[in-house]
């Protein structure tokens, strides 16, 4: 398995384990994590049968380009906000046949933060075919690195919640 941090790659398992249980695929859009989930789950021998694609969208334009996230809303209610990450999974669904979605958009620092919208704050949403979009918003502590993993491992467990609920319905 690749070097990340233990816990990442343990919360890789479980969402494996859940989209095994669930018969589901994923597609990740990813901004402050840069590819962090995407890392995780692909370290995982036999990735390929759930991991259908991943979106790396840092900036603004390939939130809008690659997952269809109208530029009003992020001009609106900024790239990292609740109505930008559900968009996001939301585009990674529908420009994908995956059956489930999983969207990070945050500030992970050590710049750009605000009053408002602090280094540490990150939103993140799930979303599967046919189900509600869930969202959950973090205040992680600590250096670039540290909101990094914390916003991944959260949003695994926001992914393993859509997928576990998307399997019991």
């Known amino acids: 398995m690749a070097c990340l941090p233990v816990e990442l790659l ?6 494996m384990e859940a ?3 669930g018969g589901a695929t994923v597609a990740l859009a990813e901004s402050c994590t840069g590819g962090l989930v995407a890392a995780a789950l692909t370290s995982l021998p036999g990735s390929s049968s759930f991991v259908e694609r991943g979106f790396v969208t840092h900036s603004n334009a390939a939130k809008s380009e690659l997952l269809g996230v109208p530029s009003a809303l992020i001009e609106g209610h900024g790239a990292v906000s609740e109505e930008v990450a559900r968009a996001m999974a939301e585009g990674a669904l529908a420009h994908s046949p995956a059956t489930a979605s999983l969207a990070v958009t945050g500030i992970a620092g050590p710049t750009g933060g605000s009053p408002g919208k602090p280094v540490g704050t990150v939103h993140l949403a799930a979303a599967a075919r046919g ?3 869930l969202h959950a918003r973090l205040l992680c502590g600590g250096d670039r690195d540290a909101v990094r993993q914390a916003s991944a491992i959260a949003a695994m467990d926001l992914l393993i ?3 576990t609920e998307e399997a019991a319905a």
Request: proline letters at 7%.
């Open 10 to 15: 343990a919360k890789a398992a479980e969402v």
């Open 131 to 133: 189900r509600p979009t």
């Open 161 to 163: 919640r859509r997928l």
């Open 19 to 21: 989209c095994r249980v």
